[in-house]
């Protein structure tokens, strides 16, 4: 399933109504359309992704969107999905949820994903309702900057939304090499104020970045590499919300690698709103892997 590379590509241009303008269209495409016995038809976004592919991101996003629209009373709580292959991007999707169980507090389900050619991703999804709270604690926010005001010239054209990597780290080919890890703030203005499409969109924020932490630290590397002469493709990922916001806020992807190796990256991340309180986490297993040449 392709990642999106981020990228802070000199002179691209992006103003704050063009930026709502995908947001719009990219919660269009999470509204599912219904077919009856828990099964949905799903649009794709041609925003993001690689080539004719659909963007993994999208797909986490339409799971999570499935998931709370089969099981109104409560909200996700956690997704674990497996990518089995790309989806086309000019083909709809067909989402099936199937509701194992229906308590007071929890419940769970399994997302299915796919297409024409069979099977493209499977989610075991908990959902779950307010309980009593005894005690809290959770992860400080990293030290950062603050984000600055979005200006023309500072987006990424194939980035759906804002996104600013924080203390100049730049992922081009040109880019320095550091350590696998990235800081990044990341918005969808205008994103309805709706918990369940925050969610979501948060689940397609998460996708990408952990791709670009880690080739961080191998010159030669590179995100914008991708499918011109690396593939990167999700393999796993793993969402956890742990309190609630609202996408169209700021929110603090704080991402590292500690594993790279055997062409597999493993990837962890925290996110975190602006005022610093930890509300999600999510883990990740890539492919890197060089692209072929055609045989003669």
Known sequence: MSTAAP???????????????QVGSLVEVLRLEPQGDGRF?????????????????????????????????????????????????????GISVEVHHQGRLYASATVTVGQAAGLCARA?????????????????????????????????????????????????????NGPPELLAWRRFPGAPDEPAISQALLAYASEPLLFGAALRPHAGLSPAMS???????????????????????????????PHLGRGRIFGTGDVFSQDGRLIASFTQENQLRPIRPPSA
């Open 41 to 93: 038809v799903a649009r794709n976004h041609p925003g993001s992704g690689g080539g004719r592919v659909v963007f993994g991101g999208q797909i986490l996003a339409q799971m999570v969107a499935a998931a709370a629209q089969a099981v109104p009373d409560k909200a996700v709580k956690s997704l674990h999905a497996i990518f089995v292959r790309g989806g086309e991007l000019a083909e709809p999707l």
């Open 124 to 176: 075991l999804v908990l959902l779950d309702a307010a309980d009593v709270e005894l005690a809290r604690h959770a992860e400080p926010m990293p030290a950062v900057d603050p984000p600055p005001e979005a200006r023309a010239g500072d987006a990424d054209p194939r980035t759906v939304g804002e996104q600013q990597i924080a203390g100049g780290v730049d992922l081009s080919e040109e880019g320095e």
């Open 227 to 257: 499918y011109r002469e690396v593939i990167p493709a999700v393999i796993t990922h793993s969402v956890t919300y742990h309190d609630q916001f609202s996408a169209a806020d700021w929110m603090l992807l704080s991402v590292r690698s």
């Open 7 to 21: 990228s802070n590509e000199e002179g691209a241009e992006a103003s704050p109504e063009a930026s709502e303008d």
